[in-house]
């Protein structure tokens, strides 16, 4: 249900873009692209959930040597795209930048009678930030603390559990992309969202009832 739920946001999102869905001969072949990928990475998410639910059931749930080494060992793999990387990052560097200034003005403070002077006013300081690489350093911090509370999650839970919660987070991903660059929100999108919200409550619901009757039972014996 999850599944079908980011299938059909996914699908009025194209729709509503003027890419039409409705017959062979007018699929967008970025629409059947977007698909492909979109189920080869829950196939590919689905499968890391369960080996690394393997690895900390066998040696223990140690998340920050797994948060190191997925990343550390992954690198090697951009060496390939060096070229791209470094366009990239000169287009980063050039204009247009972001300001940082300190004014020469003296601090305001509040002296008693017999102290010592205020110290002299700080020099003048400014220094710029390109403004997408503030923009990039932005992101990948946001994307640590993503990163960081999954594996954590991944450490206390199951499999199926972080898989529906990274469900979850992309549709709200969806939902916001939509709302903060100004674009209609589908109905569509409010029908696949309330699939993936209602089959998540559903998991909650049933794991709470399974976990309190486990319970029951043990008080009982």
Not at 25 to 35: L, Y
Not at 113 to 137: Q, R, V
Request: proline share 8%.
């Amino acid at each position: 249900m999850l599944t079908v739920g980011v299938v059909i946001a996914a699908i009025a999102d194209a729709q509503s873009k003027g890419k039409s869905t409705s017959g062979p001969s007018q699929i967008d072949p970025s629409v059947i692209s977007g698909f492909a990928i979109l189920l080869l990475a829950q196939v590919l998410s689905a499968i890391m959930g369960l080996y690394t639910q393997t690895t900390y059931s066998t040696y223990g749930s140690h998340w920050r040597e797994n948060l190191f080494y997925s990343h550390f060992l992954s690198l090697p793999l951009f060496l390939p795209f060096l070229p791209s990387l470094r366009s990239q990052l000169q287009n980063f560097l050039s204009p247009p930048s972001i300001l940082f200034s300190a004014t020469n003005l003296p601090l305001p403070q509040l002296r008693k009678a017999g102290e010592s002077p205020p110290p002299p006013p700080l020099p003048f300081i400014s220094f710029d930030i390109p403004k997408d690489i503030l923009y990039l350093a932005f992101n990948a911090l946001t994307q640590y603390f993503c990163i960081r509370g999954v594996n954590l999650l991944s450490a206390r839970t199951s499999a199926l559990g972080v898989t529906i919660v990274l469900n979850i987070r992309k549709l709200a991903s969806l939902l916001l992309s939509i709302r903060i660059f100004g674009n209609q929100l589908p109905p569509g999108v409010l029908v696949g969202a309330a699939v993936v919200f209602g089959s998540a409550g559903l998991w909650a619901w049933e794991g709470q009832r399974i976990g309190a009757e486990g319970r029951g039972k043990g008080k009982m014996q």
